[in-house]
């Protein structure tokens, strides 16, 4: 994915959507660029609602990885939003952060930037700096194909997919599924939270590849589809798919713990 002298000359920075899941499934990929002799920062904003502390996982993380670095931008104010989706909260966060995200990136200059499927404003903060920004995608390739297909399904209805009910919705490579089982803050196209899942489907195509955790064995419908091009369907090239999974949390805490629940 990254050639050789972009590993040598500068590395990468990864950039998750606030909440601790993204932040966890973001350090398991960069213990992954940094096998392949990559520098790695993980820069990080501060969720506006309560997530769970990051500081104890962010300080385990630092000591098991000592060649990943944490950068923690700055706070910024949120407006009122009236979506009773805490997605609309992130989005509008994001966009906030974008000038300090610009700041940083201008000073770190990496060879390029990873951002999680919350963080498609930063696509614009990469090309104003000209670095190549990658998209990294945890929710399997069905899910992928779907959400490139999102802005086909929208412009051929004027209806929510709730109010479209249990009519099935039919995206290449994956099997029908009924447009109300479609997440919750997707269902009214009229929310903020949709409007803003919209524009991160709208924007997948822009990336310079997408980084997906899954594998050729485990979705190969899905995937064919994405790579041949029957998802994106406006005319524009699907980006390079790079399957790398299964991609799972390494932490020992959970690894001692994983019996559990048997």
């Known amino acids: 994915m990254f050639a050789a002298d972009e590993r040598k000359r500068g590395g990468v920075v990864l950039y998750p959507s606030p909440g601790m899941g993204h932040l966890v499934s973001m350090v398991e ?46 706070p910024v104010a949120l407006p009122p939003n009236p979506s009773p989706h805490f997605e609309a909260l992130a989005f509008d966060l994001l966009r906030l952060s974008n000038p300090n995200l610009l700041a940083f990136l201008r000073d770190a200059a990496p060879r390029a930037i990873v951002v999680d499927m919350f963080c498609r404003l930063a696509f614009d903060v990469a090309a104003e700096l000209c670095i190549p920004c990658y998209s990294f995608f945890t929710s399997g390739a069905s899910v992928l194909a779907t959400f490139f297909y999102i802005p086909t399904l929208h412009s051929a209805t004027v209806k929510s997919f709730r109010e479209i009910g249990s009519a099935p ?20 196209r009229e929310d903020e939270a949709y409007k803003g899942f919209f524009h991160i489907c709208s924007r997948l195509p822009d990336a310079h590849g997408i980084i997906v955790n899954t594998f050729d064995a485990l979705e190969p419908r899905a995937l064919e589809a994405i790579a041949a091009g029957r998802c994106v369907t406006d005319g524009r090239t699907t980006p390079p798919i790079y399957p790398i999974g299964p991609l799972i949390t390494s932490d020992g805490r959970e690894k001692a713990n994983r019996f559990e629940t048997i």
């Open 29 to 74: 990929l960069g213990k992954l660029f940094v096998l392949h002799g990559m520098a790695v920062t993980i820069v990080t904003v501060d969720p506006p609602y309560n997530t769970g502390s990051t500081a104890p996982f962010i300080a385990r993380a630092s000591a098991a990885n000592p060649s990943i670095t944490f950068h923690r931008l700055p």
């Open 169 to 188: 919705l039919l995206v290449p490579g994956i099997p029908p599924m009924p447009a109300d089982h479609m997440p919750l803050p997707m269902l009214d």
